[in-house]
């Protein structure tokens, strides 16, 4: 059983810092990470995905993997009040495209 | 690019009745579409994977008879909730990938509430 776990939080940070989301995952086979941000009641968007070992950054985020340690992070620089939603981790590999999600990390940026 | 619809985004129906929620794929071919379901507070449970014209993968656990998905083409895919009952109240999202790509692509939703 493929397994996907985050800090269901919530993380609470002013407006201006860093917000460090973090996910682990047990399936060493798994191959592709995926951040989404899900606001109440909408559906996911995909904020990043990495699939190789270090960092990527895009704009204000920047996603961490370490695939010996089966570990893959989101930091969110310059936190806004509108970053405030529900933080997914979802993770794939091999051939079905399948993806598994976190149970997601609820992130509130104060004014 | 990218945009993937469904409709209708809510929708209030009786027990014992059926309701069809479409999912489409508008600027771009879809090989495979993923219908997922989420409770409240939960996280996005993946219920069945679609391939266009051939029979839906169904997890463990999600009866194939109750929910009946027809990807008839390469844009459309439908989930059909039969005889519904009011633990099958959810948001039921649906998302889309390409060809040989990870990424999949989601609909806004589908409130479902049955009464």
């Known amino acids: 059983q493929k397994e996907v776990e985050q800090n269901s939080g919530p993380l609470s940070v002013p407006e201006g810092a860093i917000a460090s989301l973090n996910c682990t995952y047990s399936d060493r086979g798994s191959q592709s990470f995926f951040w989404y941000r899900q606001y109440s009641g909408k559906s996911p968007e995909l904020i990043m995905f990495?699939?190789?070992?270090g960092d990527k950054e895009d704009g204000r985020f920047t996603a961490q993997l370490n695939k010996a340690s089966q570990y893959v992070s989101l930091l969110i620089r310059d936190s806004q009040p509108s970053d405030s939603a529900t933080y997914l981790c979802?993770?794939?590999?091999?051939?079905?495209?399948?993806?598994?999600f976190g149970k997601g990390t609820l992130l509130t940026v104060n004014p | 690019g990218a945009v993937v619809s469904q409709h209708p985004s809510w929708v209030i129906c009786k027990s014992g009745t059926s309701v069809k929620i479409e999912c489409r794929s508008l600027?771009?071919?879809?090989?495979?579409m993923f219908w997922y379901r989420q409770f409240p507070k939960q996280s996005l449970m993946l219920m069945a994977t679609?391939?266009?014209?051939?029979?839906?993968?169904?997890e463990q656990g999600v009866e194939k008879d109750k929910f009946l998905i027809n990807h008839a083409s390469l844009t459309l895919s439908t989930l059909t909730v039969t005889s519904a009952h009011p633990e099958d109240s959810s948001f039921y999202i649906c998302?889309?990938?390409?060809?040989?790509?990870?990424?999949?692509?989601f609909g806004p939703g589908t409130r479902l509430t049955v009464t």
């Open positions: 600027d771009f071919q879809a090989t495979t």
């Open positions: 679609s391939n266009e014209g051939s029979k839906a993968t169904y």
């Open positions: 998302s889309a990938s390409r060809d040989s790509s990870y990424e999949q692509y």
């Open positions: 979802a993770v794939s590999g091999g051939s079905n495209y399948k993806l598994t």
């Open positions: 990495i699939y190789s070992n």
